[in-house]
């Protein structure tokens, strides 16, 4: 099995930027993306990036394209999040998740595994 451990959330003013990290271990050879999720209070949990582990290709949301970044250290076994330019919109759990989502990053039913979420607030 996966385990993932996601970090850096935090306390921002609108504007400023902030960079989350999610560490994998375990049988991690069968996941061949890694994405991050994010679910504000009384919403759906939505997608918001990801990146495929091998080749680095990349996926955003509408919503954080030319705001956010996702990379990975294969060396390390951990996975980035660069958030820029924060909003108060911005404001929600991120959770971290890893599988093979093959066919469609976007999904949450194409991972398997997922991390224990990160707060991150934005003031206005």
């Known amino acids: 099995q996966v385990q993932l451990v996601d970090s850096g959330g935090g306390l921002v003013q609108a504007g400023g930027s902030l960079r989350l990290s999610c560490a994998a271990s375990?049988?991690?050879?069968?996941?061949?993306?890694m994405g991050w999720f994010r679910q504000a209070p009384g919403k759906e949990r939505e997608f918001v990036a990801a990146?495929?582990?091998?080749?680095?290709?990349?996926y955003y949301a509408d919503p954080v394209k030319g705001r956010f970044t996702i990379s990975r250290d294969n060396a390390k076994n951990t996975g980035y999040l660069q958030m820029n330019s924060l909003k108060p919109e911005d404001t929600a759990v991120y959770y971290c998740?890893?599988?093979?989502?093959?066919?469609?990053?976007?999904?949450?039913?194409?991972?398997?595994?997922w991390g224990q979420g990160t707060q991150v607030t934005v003031s206005s």
């Open positions: 990146i495929r582990w091998i080749t680095g290709n990349t």
């Open positions: 998740a890893a599988g093979r989502a093959s066919l469609r990053p976007s999904e949450r039913y194409e991972y398997d595994y």
């Open positions: 375990g049988r991690t050879f069968s996941s061949n993306t």
